[in-house]
């Protein structure tokens, strides 16, 4: 009989999480485990961990745009390997805000406008269990301890001006089993439009595309917890939510999990500053300690960001189908 650990089990616990805890390269070889057990501290032992960054710490008022960084043909760092060259037609923002400046190719975090409204969810549900060998993961697809802004956009928001968004939010069942043990793939893998990952809010992570291949945490609004729906009312973020971001302040904070099993993780350094792209590799990840499942360990993992690709860049694993 295969030993089973709930981790979350009930949404109660999930909500505290959500409000509490959220609002280097990969040279494993494929043949081996890249996570390996360095002590068997107990939660709350990130003390163990000290972070250093090899640069500054990004400027959020001048964020590089990055449409320009997304390929078809490779990994870089600091850029995004998508899979298809999107559609020059498709939908999202119809006009870029103030907080861009396209010819400089820059941003401004601070001026970027949110969809108004604060819905609560309370039959938002959220459980993850290790189960032998696997990460089992469910959600229903709606923020465990969070709110949403109002979907469709009313015409009187002044988001509305940028993007007009019609989709709805609904509940989308999600139920994935992951590796406990991710392995590093021969090769990177490129990043569809759909689901990359998931949070551990329940909700799920897209790539930060838009249709039409452009940076969509810029170019397309979304509610004061970065979230918005697309066509099929799946809510999802586009990026490292500032709702968890922000709320997780500690030297290792696992916020979610990539689609081929490895974390992603909100860390800082001893001045509370995220890394910037110059830390992590072609996928936006590295190896170091991390805090995971109760234990300090030496794990590959993916890291949020304020500049693009702002948590994945590509698959350093192989993606569950």
């Not at 498709?90 to 010819?103: F, M, Q, S, Y």
């Not at 990460?135 to 009187?156: C, E, K, M, Q, Y």
């Not at 590959?300 to 590509?314: D, K, L, N, Q, R």
Request: with cysteine; aromatic share 8%; glycine share 10%.
């Amino acid at each position: 009989m295969k030993r089973r650990h709930q981790f979350v089990i009930a949404v109660a616990a999930v909500a505290t999480l959500a409000l509490t805890s959220c609002g280097g390269s990969a040279n494993s070889s494929s043949s081996e485990s890249s996570t390996t057990e360095s002590s068997t501290a107990s939660t709350g032992s990130t003390g163990l961990i000290l972070n250093t960054w090899v640069g500054p710490a990004a400027d959020t008022t001048k964020l590089p745009i990055g449409t320009s960084k997304v390929s078809l043909t490779g990994p870089s760092v600091g850029g995004l390997y998508a899979c298809d060259a999107g559609n020059p037609n498709g939908g999202g923002a119809h006009a870029a805000g103030p907080w861009l400046d396209e010819t400089a190719g820059t941003w401004d975090l601070s001026k970027k406008v949110s969809v108004q409204g604060d819905v609560s969810w309370p039959m938002a549900s959220y459980s993850e269990a290790v189960n032998g060998s696997s990460r089992d993961i469910s959600s229903n697809g709606l923020p465990v301890g969070a709110v949403t802004g109002t979907f469709p956009i009313a015409s009187n928001d002044p988001a509305y001006s940028y993007d007009r968004n019609p989709n709805r939010i609904a509940s989308s069942d999600v139920t994935v089993s992951m590796p406990l043990s991710p392995l590093t793939a021969t090769k990177p893998t490129c990043l569809g439009k759909g689901r990359v990952g998931i949070l551990k809010n329940g909700v799920s992570l897209f790539a930060p595309l838009d249709e039409r291949n452009r940076d969509a945490v810029v170019y397309e609004t979304q509610d004061k917890c970065d979230g918005h729906p697309q066509q099929t009312s799946v809510y999802h973020y586009h990026d490292i939510p500032s709702c968890i971001r922000n709320a997780s302040t500690g030297p290792s904070t696992v916020v979610g999990y990539a689609y081929d099993g490895f974390p992603i993780v909100v860390e800082r350094n001893a001045s509370g500053d995220l890394p910037t792209n110059a830390d992590l590799d072609q996928c936006h990840g590295r190896t170091s300690p991390i805090e995971l499942d109760g234990k300090v360990v030496d794990s590959y993992h993916y890291s949020a960001t304020y500049e693009f690709p702002y948590f994945i860049g590509c698959f350093t694993g192989m993606p569950i189908s």
